[in-house]
């Protein structure tokens, strides 16, 4: 079946869904997708802003295939064209082929390999950070109890990882000249630089803390600017940071402690602009449930288990719903949003193997 499975891949890399920059229809790679999917109902949802689902299903499916074709920008570092798949002798080799397109073909080319039921959700806004065809579908009847979302893992199944949370914060100051003596209190770079050293060690206060094999809390201050010269006194200081939680750790009570560190009165705005939740979804009592429920979903599905990871994933979306998540998909995390993205050939065929089986297995007339 790995013929099959790197047409498809073909065809999917040379499909431009780079996003940013979201200029992504309803026509080109869904178009595709719908011809290779006769005998499944369709639908193409526009959800605006580049956003776009293609839903499959045939039969009565309990479990849903979960699959991004939206990819990162490419880098000049590129030795190739990205959106032409190359094939070695181990790897196939383009734009997405890691995370997670590889996936996408293997679930195609499985459907075609077999007569039963099967289901399928395709989206094109994971790398926005942006869930709008997942939030939608969610929102709609369904019937589905598990679900499988694609990811790098190496074909394993992963059944916890962190949430995400990212974070604008806005200090005011007093400009002035630089000799004041009030310079040391009234910069708002310097109110961003203390609260940012109270931050770190709040973070580092966290190590102790654990879930499913993750330790401690991952914080990243990612952008800081402001203020006008060296002898001017800063007005105003803008910090983007981002922090990714246990499935233990509370989010909001995250928010007032790293919000609560500021000097009083110096910060002008506090806004999270994302969050996603951790997977499984839930307090610590409910998550560590949901945890074994999605074990024994992997062992019944026939995937390996792996290990938690540290990277968040769309998975924990429909945890939060309700249905009973995993993490599976070909391809390792350190190719992903990569120059000369890669999948294993190896690691497609098992996946699209193992896909092929358990769609077998609702199917009375057998593959």
Known sequence: MLDQVLQHLTALVSFDTRNPPRRIGVGGIFDYLRAQLPGFRVEVTDHGDGAVSLFAVRGAPEVLFNVHLDTVP?????????????????????????????????????????????????????????????????????????????????????????????????????????????????????????????????????????????????????RVEGGIKANVIAPSAEVRFGFRPLPSHDIDELHARLGGLADVGA????????????????????????????RDLADALGFPIGNAVDFWTEASLFSAAGLNALVCGPGNIAQAHTADEWVSLSELRDYAEAVRRIIARNSRAGP
């Open 74 to 222: 490419s880098s000049p570092a590129w030795t190739g064209d990205p959106l032409a798949l190359r094939v070695t002798r181990s790897r196939a080799i383009g734009l997405g082929a890691c995370d997670i397109k590889g996936a996408a073909a293997c679930l195609v080319a499985a459907a075609q390999a077999s007569r039963g039921d099967a289901a399928f959700l395709f989206g094109s806004d994971e790398e926005a950070n942006d869930a709008r065809c997942i939030e939608a579908f969610l929102k709609r009847p369904h019937e589905f109890a598990h679900v499988v979302v694609a990811e790098p893992t190496s074909g394993e199944a992963v059944l916890a990882h962190r949430g995400i949370s990212s974070v604008l914060l806005r200090f005011k100051g007093q400009a002035g000249h630089a000799s004041g003596a009030d310079a040391i209190d009234s910069s708002a770079l310097h109110q961003a630089m203390r609260w940012g050293a109270d931050a770190l060690a709040f973070v580092e206060g966290e190590s102790h803390r654990r879930f499913g094999g993750l330790t401690g809390l991952r914080f990243n201050i990612g």
């Open 267 to 294: 910060l002008e705005r506090y806004e999270e602009t994302f969050r996603g939740p951790s997977l499984p979804a839930g307090d610590v009592a409910e998550a560590e449930e949901r945890r074994l429920a999605a």
